[in-house]
């Protein structure tokens, strides 16, 4: 099993910044990529980024691309999420995901993932 833990939501408002982090535990081994989704009311989960522990190579969706920056801390076990120019329509709860054994970063659907965190709350205001 491999726990995830999200922290660092906040309200904060249009065009500032924003990060979080993603504490990793347990068979951690078997997980090769780590990913944030976000889910807005009334939405389906969505991938936002993705990146691997070994050689920090990353993959993000259209929508973020540009403004959001994912990295690792290996050492720490940890993967963090800078969001920047931030915007009402990225207000969401953000989770941090992983699926065992997969080494692809493209993204799956949501359902196909083996583990998530329990979410962090992202609230941007206009």
């Known amino acids: 099993q491999v726990q995830l833990v999200e922290s660092g939501g906040a309200l904060v408002q249009a065009g500032g910044s924003l990060r979080l982090s993603c504490a990793a535990s347990?068979?951690?081994?078997?997980?090769?990529?780590l990913n944030w989704f976000r889910q807005a009311p009334g939405k389906e989960r969505e991938f936002v980024a993705a990146?691997?522990?070994?050689?920090?190579?990353?993959y993000y969706a259209d929508s973020v691309k540009g403004r959001f920056g994912i990295s690792r801390d290996n050492a720490k076990s940890t993967v963090s999420l800078q969001m920047n120019s931030l915007k009402p329509e990225d207000t969401a709860v953000y989770y941090c995901?992983?699926?065992?054994?997969?080494?692809?970063?493209?993204?799956?659907?949501?359902?196909?993932?083996?583990?998530w965190g329990q979410g962090t709350q992202v609230t941007v205001s206009s």
């Open positions: 990146i691997t522990w070994n050689g920090g190579i990353t």
């Open positions: 347990g068979r951690t081994f078997s997980v090769y990529v």
């Open positions: 995901a992983a699926a065992q054994g997969r080494t692809s970063l493209a993204p799956m659907p949501w359902r196909k993932y083996d583990y």
